[in-house]
């Protein structure tokens, strides 16, 4: 075998070992980007009130609702994650807190690739 060949072999192997340790940077960056984009998470209602959706609220969320069926509330003070007509503490339907608590986890499945 010549010294050639033999550097065209090793080349070819440290460009495909190159492209393999790139595409496992690639995808843990991909994954750090997910993890942060999933901590600010926010989803906004047709009425424009804009929810937290982070693993902790999405928890709440579920929370208040079976609460406030258990109840028979129909509404809840809520703290948004923006002003809504000048305030951040804001009543809220039972309605409202299961579109805001589907469109999260809608919204978390589409980040991380389950929907």
């Given at each position: 075998?010549?010294?050639?060949?033999?550097?065209?072999?090793?080349?070819?192997e440290?460009t495909?070992?190159?492209?393999?340790?790139?595409?496992k940077?690639?995808?843990?960056e991909?994954?750090?980007?997910?993890?942060?984009?999933?901590?600010?998470?926010?989803v906004t209602?047709?009425?424009?009130?804009v929810?937290?959706?982070?693993?902790?609220?999405?928890i709440?969320?579920?929370?208040a609702?079976?609460?406030?069926?258990?109840?028979?509330?129909?509404?809840?003070?809520?703290k948004?994650?923006?002003d809504?007509n000048?305030s951040?503490?804001?009543?809220v339907?039972?309605?409202?807190?299961?579109?805001a608590?589907?469109?999260?986890?809608?919204?978390?499945?589409?980040?991380?690739?389950?929907?």
């Amino acid at each position: 075998m010549s010294n050639i060949y033999k550097e065209t072999e090793v080349n070819q192997e440290n460009t495909v070992n190159a492209s393999i340790l790139q595409h496992k940077v690639d995808k843990h960056e991909t994954k750090l980007v997910k993890i942060e984009t999933l901590k600010k998470l926010t989803v906004t209602l047709s009425d424009g009130k804009v929810f937290y959706a982070d693993a902790e609220s999405r928890i709440d969320l579920r929370d208040a609702i079976e609460l406030g069926i258990e109840l028979n509330k129909t509404s809840t003070a809520w703290k948004l994650a923006e002003d809504f007509n000048g305030s951040r503490i804001v009543e809220v339907t039972i309605d409202e807190l299961k579109e805001a608590s589907k469109l999260a986890l809608m919204t978390k499945g589409n980040i991380v690739g389950a929907i």
